[in-house]
């Protein structure tokens, strides 16, 4: 069949008109959506969000402190979120903090900007003798400038810029609801990409368009986006009420009531200490208040597509130009992905993480699983007809979302985890405040990268952090090279 004529059409319809359960999954599916038709309940109790029921996912395994989860709102920083909701736990478990306090996420935001804007530049600038209409510039050319990222791509940021609390860079209105800047600046740099390149055809050189042109270029750059999201702080004071480590107790005794009510008891209640520290800076503030040690992490993969145990890297994606810390994955089958995340969250610590969250997704319950959803009940097939490599190479699938795992739940003898727990930064929804549960199938299906530190690590994988000189370079356009 090469046309779809009449006779198919009617042909076609007259088996959805004949089919009972095809009718009334189709009424069901056009009255309240196919998400709440699809949901299978007893796999819903099994994993214990069944919504107003009361019950909440258990987890064997948990990190002993969590914050209160974020929120992105309207922009695509979750990159960013997830990184700085793994630094804010240290500051909060030093201080004592409450769990709401956050690193500014707009701070990196804004820097990220800026040092995207100057490497996109820098990326036309190599390519001048590229044609225009080839697949390389027509690339580079789609989207300069987005909200999305990677861990390494993240870590260049703090590294360069710092870490600053959120009370002394506080989120602002464009922050918050990013596109229209997008817009603004991919219409200024695909303005400066056709002068650069026009000035190239005169005779202009590299050297010479960086030295003259690019300046002014990248101060344009500069204002837009500090009227967007205001200058950032280079220096600021940072003072708040919190226990720290050596809380003290103050002298209003308490009274407390024993259960037979005969007796009262005094009870010291801790006292608030103020701390106060001037005149920071944001390189002074992550050295002294922010106890994770990035540089010591490496980025995890599993692409099915290609040879494990090798050291991976994406041409032309980063943000920082001159890092020290380009972009590297160590590709790696997803057994070693789990076993390092267990140990992470054996020693009380959080990962970060990169997924495709949309895959299977329940956003009310707040589940990630490949079982949940009951397409072969109601369609009469289901989307999981690729396995995972050729969902990549037929672009079904890609990293999509950046989180953070907080738990996981295992038999006792933690060899087999059922399902792991997630800070998600789209704000507290649902029974589970914000949090997901995401099943180890999922996580086998649709995890592709996390980001520990390299001690613990099997000899095997640190080796492969040797093979710089043998890094493979896939080209910029590969789905490894996704953004979150």
């Known amino acids: 069949m090469k046309v779809l004529d009449a006779a198919f059409l009617e042909s076609a319809a007259s088996e959805v008109a004949s089919d ?52 992105q709102k309207s922009s695509g920083r979750c990159w960013l979120f997830a990184l700085l909701n793994v ?49 390389l510039m027509q690339y580079l050319l789609k989207n300069p400038m987005e909200d999305g990222g990677q861990w390494d791509m993240a870590i260049s940021l703090v590294l360069k810029h710092g870490i600053v609390p959120k009370s002394a860079y506080p989120e602002s209105a464009t922050s918050q609801a990013s596109r229209y800047m997008n817009r603004f600046v991919n219409n200024k740099l695909r303005q400066f990409a056709s002068e650069l390149r026009a000035a190239a055809e ?14 002014s270029m990248m101060k344009e750059i500069y204002r837009i986006v500090c009227v967007h999201l205001g200058t950032p702080p280079s220096t600021f004071d940072w003072s708040f009420y919190g226990n720290g480590e050596d809380g003290g107790e103050d002298d209003d005794d308490v009274p407390c009531k024993e259960d037979d009510k ?54 032309r994606l980063g943000n920082v130009v001159g890092t020290a810390n380009p972009v590297r994955y160590i590709n790696l089958p997803i057994s070693e992905l789990r076993s390092a995340a267990q140990k992470r969250l054996d020693a009380g610590e959080p990962v970060w993480f990169g997924c495709d969250v949309g895959k299977q997704l329940h956003r009310s319950l707040g589940v990630m699983s490949l ?40 038999a006792d003898d933690a060899s087999t985890i059922s399902k792991w727990r997630v800070e998600n930064s789209w704000g507290e929804k649902g029974d589970q405040k914000g949090y997901l549960t995401m099943t180890d199938s999922w996580f086998e299906e649709y995890m592709y990268q996390i980001a520990v530190p390299m001690e613990g690590l099997p000899e095997k994988v640190l080796g492969v952090l040797q093979q710089e000189d043998k890094v493979v370079v896939l080209p910029p356009w590969d789905p490894m090279g996704a953004l979150a």
Request: glycine content about 6%.
């Open 87 to 135: 630094c804010r736990l240290g500051v909060i478990k030093k201080y004592n903090l409450d769990s709401d306090f956050e690193l500014s996420q707009a701070h990196l935001h804004f820097w990220d900007k800026i040092e995207r804007a100057n490497y996109f530049l820098e990326n036309v600038l190599d390519t001048l003798a590229e044609p225009l209409e080839g697949r």
């Open 262 to 315: 005969k007796k009262q008891i005094k009870k010291k209640k801790k006292k608030k200490k103020h701390f106060a520290f001037r005149s920071l800076t944001p390189q002074s503030f992550l050295r002294d208040h922010v106890d994770v040690d990035l540089k010591s992490h490496v980025s995890l993969i599993n692409d099915p597509r290609n040879e494990y145990y090798k050291l991976y890297t994406v041409s």
């Open 371 to 410: 079982e949940l959803l009951d397409y072969d009940l109601v369609f009469g097939t289901n989307p999981n007809g690729m396995d995972k490599a050729t969902r990549l190479r037929y672009g079904e699938s890609l990293m999509t979302h950046a989180m953070v795992l907080t738990g996981y739940d295992a």
């Open 20 to 71: 009972p359960k095809t009718v009334l999954a189709m009424n069901c599916c056009s009255r309240s959506g196919p998400t709440e038709v699809l949901t299978n309940r007893e796999v819903a109790a099994k994993l214990q969000v069944l919504g107003g029921c009361g019950a909440q996912p258990t987890f064997s395994v948990k990190i002993p402190k969590e914050g209160k989860c974020t929120s």
């Open 202 to 215: 005169n005779g202009a050189s590299a050297d010479k368009l960086r030295e003259d042109a690019k300046p």
